[in-house]
């Protein structure tokens, strides 16, 4: 079907804050023209600046989630003219002691144009199409919620 590429580069360098351990900065190289700056979440030592795994995670579900909505959307008539999320993600320690994104809750909002307007249970069988088409939530085993906005 397809294959996505994503390179990493991480060099050895002392933690700007704490000497004694590692930097954990490196980039996630998407093409020639994208690079994505990464770290580890602020509470395991990274760099707040850049995105983190996790957020990198929830932004994958929320846009994947996003795309396939406006595609369905497109396909039943309805003319989206804005869309937002504030997607948040959760992470927890397991029963095996690990620790994992245990649940992600999108929040999608989205505006339309155009005479034919969704009612709140058409948007809500708009969303949950989405939900089920989307390949990241199909990848993934933690509970994603919907909360329509």
């Not at 994208?34 to 602020?42: D, E, G, K, L, M």
């Not at 809750?105 to 144009?113: I, M, Q, T």
């Amino acid at each position: 079907m397809s294959e996505h590429i994503v390179r990493l580069q991480w060099e050895a360098s002392p933690h700007p804050k704490q000497p004694k351990t590692y930097n954990r900065d490196h980039q996630a190289i998407i093409s020639p023209s994208v690079n994505i700056p990464v770290s580890a979440a602020a509470e395991y030592l990274g760099n707040e600046a850049f995105a983190d795994p996790e957020q990198l995670l929830v932004n994958a579900l929320a846009s994947c989630h996003m795309l396939y909505f406006l595609a369905i959307c497109e396909g039943s008539g309805y003319l989206v003219s804005a869309y937002e999320d504030e997607a948040a993600g959760k992470v927890s320690k397991g029963q095996d002691g690990g620790m994992w994104v245990s649940d992600i809750v999108l929040r999608p909002k989205a505006s339309f144009s155009g005479d034919k307007q969704p009612d709140r249970e058409t948007l809500r069988r708009l969303h949950d199409r989405a939900h089920k088409g989307c390949f990241i939530a199909n990848s993934i085993k933690c509970h994603v919620s919907i909360d329509i906005q």
